[in-house]
């Protein structure tokens, strides 16, 4: 994983509304970045469903941004079918999950919390998809 109050390598995706987005355009804002392996399997929907879940929470305080392989077209089904209200990037190329450390055969359950000024102010390298929401929330709770 990158290591914490290094600066976080920008990029730029389409997320499944066709919308692009940078890490640069959220200086300012604390960001979740969490990279899942794949949309609509158990663990990643577990995951995904448990953000939703505390969303309310968790966008007073952070962007919350999912990133995996998948086309947009399968994030915008998968974000359809789950209620998913956050933003989810298509990386198919895998140029996000290898800058940000998270590639391997599969893309890797971690997640970085980056901090107003684009820095790495946390990371989550052991993701448990029913506790992690909560977790990334009392952490935030505790820095902001």
Known sequence: MLKTQTKAPDFSAVDQLGKIHTMGQYLGKYVILYFYPKDDTPGCT????ALRDNFVL???KAVVIGVSADSAESHRKFAEK???PFILL???DRNII???EAGGAFTKRI???INRQGLI???YPKVDPST???QILQDLQKIT
């Open 46 to 49: 577990k995951e995904a469903c």
């Open 58 to 60: 968790l966008k007073k």
């Open 82 to 84: 789950f209620q998913l």
């Open 90 to 92: 298509a990386d198919t």
């Open 98 to 100: 290898t800058r940000y």
């Open 111 to 113: 997640t970085y919390l």
């Open 121 to 123: 102010e946390k990371t």
């Open 132 to 134: 992690h929401a909560t």
